[in-house]
């Protein structure tokens, strides 16, 4: 029974990690469940054991890969020091996922695409949902970051320190532009990586200094 219980966890894994590609690659609209049961080397029938249909597939693929896979650039923002040096290094880290990490590329490019376009499938309302709530959790998580109440501002002592350890006037503002620039980096990465800014301080100077005065 637990052999069973694995092997089901197992096939479930496989068709996620399948379909989170085949949306991204083919659109959502595009993808049939015949193409995700292939990609995974499985049968239609054991996806249909595990989903009710695409709409839910999708969902699954959203709810099951959100935080995992982008939990790490987040960490970022969690760690010590100032905060214009944990949002630098932040932004860079975004950077190289969306060049390196075909994970978080393939999320941000169905979370960012999936809910346009009059060829959706029906009751892709629900994924659009995941979407609004998942970048509404990542513009509170920024607009709490800037506004300083997150440990760690790395108060002023020496030359340039202080301002260093302030924030925008206008968190909520400077969180809103983040959010864009992010959003705007990830398109580019579902079109072509090779167009993104450099992985480095110099690729992320523009947002960063529209976000600290």
């Known amino acids: 029974m637990r052999r069973t219980a ?11 990690e399948a379909a989170l590609f085949q949306f991204a690659e083919h659109g959502v609209a595009a993808t049939k469940l015949a193409d995700v049961a292939q990609r995974a080397g499985l049968t239609r029938g054991a996806v249909y054991h595990h989903f009710t249909d695409k709409t839910a597939l999708y969902a699954a693929v959203i709810a099951n890969s959100w935080d995992s896979v982008t939990a790490p650039v987040w960490a970022v923002l969690d760690s010590d ?15 190289r996922r969306l060049r390196e990490d075909r994970h978080f590329r393939a ?8 809910s346009y376009g009059p060829d959706q499938p029906e009751g892709i309302s629900d994924g659009r949902a995941s979407k609004s709530y998942g970048l509404a959790d990542w ?9 300083g109440k997150r440990g760690g501002d790395g108060g ?26 992010l959003c705007g980096t990830a398109l580019l990465a579902a079109t072509d990586p090779d167009l993104l800014p450099p992985s480095d301080a110099s690729g992320v100077a523009l947002p960063l200094r529209g976000a600290l005065p």
């Open 156 to 181: 002023g002592n020496g030359d340039g320190a202080g301002r260093r350890g302030t924030h925008a006037d206008d968190p909520s503002g400077a969180a809103a532009g983040i959010l864009a620039w």
């Open 81 to 95: 020091g100032p905060v214009e040096d944990r949002l630098r290094e932040f932004l860079v880290a975004w950077l």
């Open 6 to 16: 694995e092997e089901a966890a197992q096939t479930k894994a496989a068709l996620l």
């Open 107 to 114: 999320l941000l490019t169905i979370t960012l695409n999936a």
């Open 139 to 147: 513009l509170q998580r920024l607009e709490t970051f800037l506004a």
